[in-house]
């Protein structure tokens, strides 16, 4: 079982960026392969970016390619997503996910494949 935390949330303007990050508890973390999802008011959670167990392969939603990057440091047990340019529409509650159910290479992009789930973080862009 792992527990995540994520932090890193915050008020910016239209443009700037921001650097999310995810604590993992547990001694395993280059086992989980895992994603960031948002949700904002009224929507429902959608994918945002994925990362394998490896860290090696890599996915975007389209809305946020070329803009958004994920990374995941092994030796830390944490994930990342640095925001660059960032849009009113990305305004959401950021939520990190985790699963080991994966083989190495796995990016998984969809929110019912994740058993873990952070609390979330909530980021603000205003324009």
């Known amino acids: 079982q792992v527990q995540l935390v994520e932090s890193g949330g915050g008020l910016v303007q239209a443009g700037g960026s921001l650097r999310l990050s995810c604590a993992a508890s547990?001694?395993?973390?280059?086992?989980?392969?895992m994603g960031w999802f948002r949700q904002a008011p009224g929507k429902e959670r959608e994918f945002v970016a994925g990362?394998?167990?490896?860290?090696?392969?890599?996915d975007y939603a389209d809305s946020v390619k070329g803009r958004f990057t994920i990374s995941k440091d092994n030796a830390k047990n944490t994930l990342y997503l640095q925001m660059n340019s960032l849009r009113p529409e990305d305004t959401a509650v950021y939520y990190c996910?985790?699963?080991?159910?994966?083989?190495?290479?796995?990016?998984?992009?969809?929110?019912?494949?994740?058993?873990?789930w952070g609390q979330g973080t909530q980021v603000t862009v205003s324009s």
């Open positions: 996910a985790a699963d080991r159910r994966y083989q190495t290479t796995v990016v998984v992009t969809t929110s019912y494949s994740y058993d873990y």
């Open positions: 547990g001694r395993t973390f280059s086992s989980y392969a």
């Open positions: 990362i394998s167990r490896s860290g090696g392969n890599t």
